[in-house]
């Protein structure tokens, strides 16, 4: 009776997480369907480039998110990165392309030293990385804003507009970024050693430790990658936008946490994919996207955001039951 129940949990945790693993794919499917009958303007194909070029820099951003919370971490600094590369970027090049190289060298740097504090602390004291990063995060701002006197350069040079809003033929070089920084994570993550001791490490950090993984070395690895990835995703944010704004990308790290959760991400850590991330990023750009369309007031942006947040905690708090 005993090994009945048990096998018939599994089977259900099983078929809970598969829900969940192809459930995203199912429901981009359907928002799809029903665009064309809320916004037939969705399909011109300006709007559909329009969509693919925002959605990558949260793409970038949600697959920073991705690899820390598969090692079983968040980082609430991700945004906080992303402004002080770009002021860094502005203040450094001064909207000159001759300046390009030096001020990207510093970028990445800041991004990496980020990352760097927030898995030494997280690693070396034991603090929980929802504490650590909020702190981190809080921080980096206050240093961003005290060194400018909280009115940086706005200055972008103009490789990177191109980079963030301009076209090669005509596919977005920002959609060409996110697709080989998608590629190198996904084989990252499933073709390499690191990513196979990532997943032991977020889904059971002890018994990873026993087998020989350096369970704190990964964790801070992760977390330099995390704030690299911030940093090129608020590059081309900024590219974008043409313009260096002292709050690029305010919201995104809350973003990135939806679409992680909704794409298959777990808070405990040790599950998640690349492909179902960016599924839930493009979920929720879409339909950010149809708000806009529909000339719907700003409010209902933030109410999409909250839905999905919602629908994805509760899949995840779902298969916590079930487990």
């Given at each position: 009776m005993v090994e009945i129940?048990?096998?018939?949990?599994?089977?259900?945790?099983?078929?809970?997480?598969?829900?969940?693993?192809?459930?995203?794919?199912?429901?981009?499917?359907?928002?799809?369907?029903?665009?064309?009958?809320?916004?037939?303007?969705?399909?011109?194909?300006?709007?559909?480039?329009?969509?693919?070029?925002?959605?990558?820099a949260l793409g970038i951003l949600s697959i920073a998110q991705t690899l820390v919370m598969i090692g079983g971490g968040i980082d609430l600094s991700l945004a906080a990165t992303m402004q002080l590369a770009v002021v860094a970027m502005a203040?450094?090049?001064?909207g000159y392309d001759e300046l390009v190289p030096l001020s990207m060298l510093v970028c990445l740097l800041i991004g990496a030293f980020v990352g760097l504090v927030n898995g030494v602390i997280i690693t070396r004291f034991k603090i929980p990385a929802f504490l650590v990063t909020l702190g981190t995060s809080v921080t980096f701002t206050g240093l961003r804003l005290a060194l400018t006197n909280g009115s940086p350069s706005t200055s972008v040079p103009p490789v990177f507009r191109f980079i963030g809003g301009g076209n090669f033929g005509s596919i977005p070089v920002a959609v060409l970024i996110l697709a080989v920084v998608a590629v190198l994570a996904h084989?990252?993550?499933?073709?390499?050693?690191f990513g196979r001791r990532l997943y032991a490490r977020g889904a059971n950090p002890e018994a990873a430790r026993l087998s020989g993984v350096r369970v704190d070395a990964?964790?801070?690895?992760?977390?330099?990658?995390?704030?690299?990835?911030?940093?090129?995703?608020?590059?081309?944010?900024?590219?974008y936008a043409a313009h260096a704004d002292q709050w690029t990308g305010k919201g995104l790290t809350l973003d990135s946490v939806a679409a992680v959760v909704v794409g298959g991400g777990d808070f405990i850590g040790?599950?998640?994919?690349?492909?179902?991330?960016?599924?839930?990023?493009?979920?929720?750009?879409?339909?950010?996207?149809?708000?806009?369309?529909?000339?719907?007031?700003?409010?209902?942006?933030?109410?999409?955001k909250g839905t999905?947040?919602?629908?994805?905690?509760a899949m995840y708090s779902l298969l916590r039951r079930n487990e």
């Amino acid at each position: 009776m005993v090994e009945i129940g048990k096998s018939t949990k599994r089977r259900i945790t099983e078929s809970a997480h598969l829900l969940s693993s192809s459930g995203i794919f199912l429901a981009l499917t359907l928002v799809l369907i029903a665009a064309a009958f809320l916004s037939p303007a969705f399909y011109q194909p300006t709007n559909l480039l329009n969509v693919l070029r925002q959605a990558s820099a949260l793409g970038i951003l949600s697959i920073a998110q991705t690899l820390v919370m598969i090692g079983g971490g968040i980082d609430l600094s991700l945004a906080a990165t992303m402004q002080l590369a770009v002021v860094a970027m502005a203040e450094l090049s001064g909207g000159y392309d001759e300046l390009v190289p030096l001020s990207m060298l510093v970028c990445l740097l800041i991004g990496a030293f980020v990352g760097l504090v927030n898995g030494v602390i997280i690693t070396r004291f034991k603090i929980p990385a929802f504490l650590v990063t909020l702190g981190t995060s809080v921080t980096f701002t206050g240093l961003r804003l005290a060194l400018t006197n909280g009115s940086p350069s706005t200055s972008v040079p103009p490789v990177f507009r191109f980079i963030g809003g301009g076209n090669f033929g005509s596919i977005p070089v920002a959609v060409l970024i996110l697709a080989v920084v998608a590629v190198l994570a996904h084989l990252l993550l499933t073709r390499t050693t690191f990513g196979r001791r990532l997943y032991a490490r977020g889904a059971n950090p002890e018994a990873a430790r026993l087998s020989g993984v350096r369970v704190d070395a990964i964790l801070i690895i992760t977390y330099i990658i995390a704030g690299v990835l911030a940093v090129i995703a608020g590059l081309l944010l900024a590219g974008y936008a043409a313009h260096a704004d002292q709050w690029t990308g305010k919201g995104l790290t809350l973003d990135s946490v939806a679409a992680v959760v909704v794409g298959g991400g777990d808070f405990i850590g040790g599950v998640g994919t690349i492909p179902g991330t960016l599924a839930g990023v493009m979920l929720v750009t879409i339909l950010l996207n149809l708000v806009l369309l529909l000339n719907l007031n700003v409010q209902y942006q933030l109410i999409v955001k909250g839905t999905v947040v919602i629908l994805g905690v509760a899949m995840y708090s779902l298969l916590r039951r079930n487990e």
